[in-house]
Nanobody, 125 residues
Framework: QVQLVESGGGSVQAGGSLRLSCTAS????????VGWFRQAPGEEREGVAA???????SYADSVKGRFTVSKDNAVNSLYLQMDSLKPEDTAMYYC????????????????????WGQGTQVTVS
């Protein structure tokens, strides 16, 4: 059974940093596009960052220069380093994976991703 489990969320002041992790079980990230998405109350889900099986990354314009996505295939883990956090980054953050290449545009909101984690809350005040 495929499972994605996020961790690392929390509350932080504006300008602070958090590092999210997403560990997969039941399969490997090799050959998959993996990404981070977020959803704030009353808002649609939006793509934040993604990384494909070749290691190519993409970012939403709103997080470019502040967030960094990375993965470690050896331990089936995906990471999102978030620096210079802003109140508008407050949302539930989800990791997702799909056997896709290249990764779909982040503007698609996660269309095509097969597996999703349960989410981790990030609150910036």
């Amino acid at each position: 059974q495929v499972q994605l489990v996020e961790s690392g969320g929390g509350s932080v002041q504006a300008g602070g940093s958090l590092r999210l992790s997403c560990t997969a079980s039941g399969y490997t990230y090799r050959g998959y596009c993996v990404g981070w998405f977020r959803q704030a109350p009353g808002e649609e889900r939006e793509g934040v960052a993604a990384i494909d099986s070749d290691g190519n990354t993409s970012y939403a314009d709103s997080v470019k220069g502040r967030f960094t996505v990375s993965k470690d295939n050896a331990v089936n883990s995906l990471y999102l380093q978030m620096d210079s956090l802003k109140p508008e980054d407050t949302a539930m953050y989800y990791c997702a994976a799909g056997r896709l290449f290249p990764c779909p545009p982040l503007t698609s909101g996660g269309s095509g991703y097969n597996y999703w984690g349960q989410g981790t809350q990030v609150t910036v005040s």
